[in-house]
T-cell receptor, first 115, second 113 residues
Framework: AQSVAQPEDQVNVAEGNPLTVKCTYSVSGNPYLFWYVQYPNRGLQFLLKYITGDNLVKGSYGFEAEFNKSQTSFHLKKPSALVSDSALYFCAVRDGGDAGNMLTFGGGTRLMVKP | DTGVSQNPRHKITKRGQNVTFRCDPISEHNRLYWYRQTLGQGPEFLTYFQNEAQLEKSRLLSDRFSAERPKGSFSTLEIQRTEQGDSAMYLC???????????FGQGTRLTVV
């Protein structure tokens, strides 16, 4: 079975400061890891993914994430937060391979960026 | 717009009624997924189609739920004899073989009163 933990329900950061949203995972095989963002009353928007290769992956809107196999983590980061980054962020995992794309999501972390 | 489209966006129904939702995936995507998201939670997988074949069903998908994807294009999700616990956002996503990320629609919010 695969699982994802997002230990923080909410992260508060001042505009212009760096942000980190934490994610740890558990999967039996090689992990495929994803970050999605959700704005109010909207669906999920893809931000970035880790499949293989460099541990630091870059995505949309200046976000990046670092894969750490030994710590089974995939934390989302941004060097300088914007007020418009305020939203709900979800980390997701699936087992590698081509068995489908069934994702297991974490419970989400609300990011609040204050001006 | 060539994204995933879901209709209706909102549905309010009385307990015991049947409801049906529609999802139109991105046209070249052969894989289609349904997820359910309750307030304050992450999405939970319900079912997966590859073309017209339903290849995976979650234990969350009780016998009151049925999904179809005739001809491997759009999909419908029907809930029979709705219960208040069915109130949630129902999300559809699609992906193509070799494209590992799924793209989500805006969801259908169901309220059972």
């Amino acid at each position: 079975a695969q699982s994802v933990a997002q230990p923080e329900d909410q992260v508060n950061v001042a505009e212009g400061n760096p942000l980190t949203v934490k994610c740890t995972y558990s999967v039996s095989g090689n992990p495929y890891l994803f970050w999605y963002v959700q704005y109010p009353n909207r669906g999920l928007q893809f931000l970035l993914k880790y499949i293989t290769g460099d541990n630091l992956v870059k995505g949309s809107y200046g976000f990046e994430a670092e894969f750490n196999k030994s710590q089974t983590s995939f934390h989302l980061k941004k060097p300088s937060a914007l007020v418009s980054d305020s939203a709900l962020y979800f980390c997701a995992v699936r087992d590698g391979g081509d068995a489908g794309n069934m994702l297991t999501f974490g419970g989400g972390t609300r990011l609040m960026v204050k001006p | 717009d060539t994204g995933v489209s879901q209709n209706p966006r909102h549905k309010i129904t009385k307990r015991g009624q049947n409801v049906t939702f529609r999802c139109d995936p991105i046209s070249e995507h052969n894989r289609l997924y349904w997820y359910r998201q309750t307030l304050g939670q992450g999405p939970e997988f319900l079912t997966y189609f590859q073309n017209e074949a339903q290849l995976e069903k979650s234990r969350l998908l009780s016998d009151r739920f049925s999904a179809e994807r005739p001809k491997g294009s759009f999909s419908t999700l029907e809930i029979q004899r709705t219960e208040q616990g069915d109130s949630a956002m129902y999300l559809c996503a699609s992906s193509s073989r070799g494209n590992t990320e799924a793209f989500f629609g805006q969801g259908t919010r169901l309220t059972v009163v």
